[in-house]
T-cell receptor, first 120, second 112 residues
Framework: DTGVSQNPRHKITKRGQNVTFRCDPI?????LYWYRQTLGQGPEFLTY????????KSRLLSDRFSAERPKGSFSTLEIQRTEQGDSAMYLC??????????????????FGPGTRLTVL | LAKTTQPISMDSYEGQEVNITCSHN???????ITWYQQFPSQGPRFIIQ???TKVTNEVASLFIPADRKSSTLSLPRVSLSDTAVYYC?????????????FGSGTRLSIRP
């Protein structure tokens, strides 16, 4: 396993367009997270899945944002009607099930390289 | 939410030990302290996590006093490649993901 992968790595779009990002987590990780990061700031939590269930959503996640993880493996994050304020790095992370943490020692969240979105 | 306070930036030299302190006065009983490292244009990377006293792994040590209101990440013998942003997070990693906040981090610069 090569770690968490995200596609595309870069996306430039015009205001008002829809964009979709994909995240492939580490195979044995059942937890998947989405974050957004702007320049000079730490990552901001957006949403969290355990298997296919979306358990938490941040208030930052407006109704233009939707995330799915239909089979409990890869996840997609869609932004509809993009705005210039959506320009940011979108990070995906995955982590071990809690039941495995004690066996393997906690390794925290494994982050992907991110998708950099620029909205013109 | 357990808020953390860390220095905005720190400078040091190759071969030195670097200690970055994080304050978290309202840490809760079930909260752990976790540190991440982030290089430009990359996602954060887990460094170390602890609950109390001292934790050591191959890259760092984490010192947590008895009252747990602060913690110190110690990087032994830093090199140029340790130049990065370091984030201190406080929260229960086994419950609410949304309550674990990254903050702005400490920008560490290592000079030759």
């Amino acid at each position: 396993d090569t770690g968490v992968s995200q596609n595309p790595r870069h996306k430039i779009t015009k205001r008002g367009q829809n964009v979709t990002f994909r995240c492939d987590p580490i195979s044995e990780h059942n937890r998947l997270y989405w974050y957004r990061q702007t320049l000079g700031q730490g990552p901001e939590f957006l949403t969290y899945f355990q298997n296919e269930a979306q358990l938490e959503k941040s208030r930052l996640l407006s109704d233009r944002f939707s995330a799915e993880r239909p089979k409990g493996s890869f996840s997609t994050l869609e932004i509809q009607r993009t705005e210039q304020g959506d320009s940011a790095m979108y990070l995906c992370a995955s982590s071990l099930p809690q039941t495995l943490v004690a066996e393997k020692s906690n390794e925290g969240q494994f982050f992907g390289p991110g998708t950099r979105l620029t909205v013109l | 939410l357990a808020k953390t306070t860390q220095p905005i930036s720190m400078d040091s030299y190759e071969g030195q030990e670097v200690n970055i302190t994080c304050s978290h006065n309202n840490i809760a009983t079930n909260d752990y302290i976790t540190w991440y490292q982030q290089f430009p244009s990359q996602g954060p990377r887990f460094i170390i996590q602890g609950y109390k006293t001292k934790v050591t792994n191959e890259v760092a040590s984490l010192f947590i006093p008895a009252d747990r209101k602060s913690s110190t990440l110690s990087l032994p013998r830093v090199s140029l490649s340790d130049t990065a942003v370091y984030y201190c997070l406080v929260g229960d990693p086994y419950s609410s993901a949304s309550k674990i906040i990254f903050g702005s981090g400490t920008r560490l610069s290592i000079r030759p």
